[in-house]
């Protein structure tokens, strides 16, 4: 049975945990400031992670192809490519391919996948509203994505409409 003493102990633990788990969320996202050299606002880019041992990291950031506006909260997803001779397809997993939303300033980090060949997905597939990147019209950009790479896509235009 447990005593009011015990109790308030209990509850002072727990809130010291919550706390130093804060403290360590916070200080765990380590962020540096770079210029908007379009605007008065700072934008905050996120530091790129180090891929753990034969793992894979791909940073970026998503912008609108007209005006550059950032996308906040939006999926990014790698869809595997397989192929047979020149021929292949790609296959995007809700479960299993690599993801991740952007910030409210458009980055987004996808941290330790598998290595392989992929193609950048953007947007929500389940509202079937999404654009896959490409520089070219007609052909979608492919990556071969090698272990221990931290690839880091710049900034991504896209014709996007959320």
Request: one cysteine or more.
């Amino acid at each position: 049975m447990m005593t009011m003493h015990t109790i308030n102990m209990v509850s002072k633990i727990s809130r010291s945990v919550i706390y130093l788990v804060i403290i360590g969320l916070i200080t765990s996202c380590q962020w540096t400031g770079i210029s908007n050299l379009g605007g008065s606002k700072d934008i905050k880019q996120p530091t790129s992670p180090t891929p753990a041992s034969g793992k894979a990291v791909m940073v970026g950031r998503v912008v609108s192809v007209t005006d550059s506006t950032p996308f906040a909260n939006i999926p990014v997803r790698l869809a595997q490519i397989y192929r047979q001779g020149e021929e292949g397809a790609f296959v995007l997993d809700f479960a299993r391919s690599p993801s991740s939303l952007t910030d409210e300033d458009g980055y987004f980090a996808i941290i330790d996948f598998q290595p392989a060949e992929y193609l950048i997905v953007v947007g929500k597939i389940e509202d079937n509203n999404y654009v896959i990147y490409q520089t070219n019209p007609s052909d979608p950009n492919t990556y071969n994505i090698e272990p221990d790479q931290l690839l880091d896509m710049g900034t991504l235009k896209v014709n996007y409409i959320p």
